[in-house]
């Protein structure tokens, strides 16, 4: 899940919005986009909205998470060092699975 800032016009100004994406791997390796949700800002009780909302639309076996700044979880676990993470931005769809 990642949540990317995008500047909007509305009530004759210019406001940000944030719109978070969620993919994930189904069970043969392929990429789904599981949804997109459009919040005010990046923060910690939106992003847990969204899960619950992942959650009640009966996603199953989320395994690893990946989701970025860690300042925004209270509780989180480091699994995979920065090095992994940028591989896996440069690595071709093939070798994700």
């Not at 990429?31 to 959650?55: A, H, N, Q, Y």
């Not at 690893?64 to 931005?89: G, N, S, W």
């Amino acid at each position: 899940m990642n949540g990317i800032v995008f500047k909007v016009r509305g009530a004759g100004k210019i406001i940000n919005k944030t719109v978070y994406l969620c993919v994930g791997f189904n069970n043969r390796g392929y990429k789904d986009v599981l949804g997109m949700w459009i919040g005010k800002t990046e923060s910690f009780s939106f992003r847990m909205s969204v899960l619950t909302d992942l959650k009640a639309r009966e996603v199953e076996d989320i395994l690893v998470t990946v989701m970025e700044p860690k300042r925004l979880y209270r509780d989180h676990q480091e699994c995979f060092p920065t090095i992994y993470h940028a591989y896996l931005r440069g690595a071709p769809d093939t070798q994700l699975v």
